[in-house]
C-alpha cells in the first residue's frame, strides 16, 4: 500500500492528527487541569504603552491559588509594570541631577508618566500637594482611582478634605498584619505556635470575610482573657485600631475585583521609577 509519501504495510498516518490540548493547562502538582475561574482583565504598562487584556484564569481544585498562563507572553515578570520600563527608568534615573528632570525624560522618550512630590512641611500641605498632583495625572479621570494606605488617621482625613475622587480606599494588608503579631506577641510570646496559628487565622478572616467576622472573632477571643491583665490590654488595643479603621477593611472587595491589597508593589517603584 502507498500513501503518495511512501510504502506502508498498515493505513496510513500521514494526515492531521489531534494536537495536545493546552487549555485548561495542567496543575504540575496534582497533574490534574484545572478548572476555569471565568474571565478577567488586567493591564499592564510596557514601554510601548499600556497593555490591556482579558483572558481566562484558571485555578486548581484541590486548591493551591489561580494563574493566567497568558499573562507571561505580556512580560516575563507578569507584572503591572514590565520589565522593560523599570530597565528604562532605571537608565534614565542614574545621570540624571533631579527626580523632576528624569520625570520628564522618561515621558519624552517613553509617553510615561510618573509624579515624584516632597514636602517639608505638616499633613495639610501633603494633601494640598496630593490634590495638585491628582490634576496633574488626571486622577480624576482613571476609571479605577484607589488609594492604599497605611491607616494614619491624616492621610484618610486629607482624602476627604481635598475631596479627592478615590473609588475606594484600603488599609494595607502589611500593617493590618504588624498590629495582629503586635497583639501575638503580648498574648502568646515570640515562638509559642498557637500565637501563629491565632495569626494567620485571623489574618484569613480579614482578608476572605471582611470587616464584621474579624471583629467577632476578636470579641470571642478578648472574652477568653483575664478582665485585669496585659493581654486583655492588648486586645483591646487591637480591636480599637481595627475599629478606627473599618471602612479600610474591605480585602474580600478588592480581592474580587482583581486590586492590590497591599502597598508594596507601590513603594517598590521607589527603587525603580523617579
Known sequence: MTCGVRRMSGRCRCGRTRRRRLFPPIDPRSGRRRASKGIESRSTLTSSGRISVTRTRWHSPGGGGGSSPVDRLLDEAAATVSRGTRQLCCLLNSDSASFERTAENLRKTTGIHRLVSVTRHDHHAAGRLMRRDGGRCGFDQASQRLAVIDGGPWIINQ??????????????????????????????????????????????????????????????????LCSAGKKRHAAQLLINYITDRREMICYPQFIKSGWQIGSGPTESQCKQVP
Not at 504588624?178 to 478572616?205: I, M, T, Y
Open 159 to 224: 482624602i476627604r478634605r481635598q475631596s479627592m475622587p478615590v473609588t475606594a480606599v484600603c488599609l494595607d494588608f502589611f500593617h493590618l498584619a504588624e498590629n495582629v503579631h503586635k497583639a501575638r506577641r503580648a498574648c502568646f510570646g515570640e515562638d509559642d505556635p498557637a500565637g501563629h496559628l491565632w495569626a494567620s487565622d485571623l489574618l484569613q478572616v480579614a482578608k476572605h470575610q471582611g470587616y464584621e467576622p474579624l471583629v467577632c472573632s476578636l470579641v470571642r477571643w478578648r472574652g477568653t
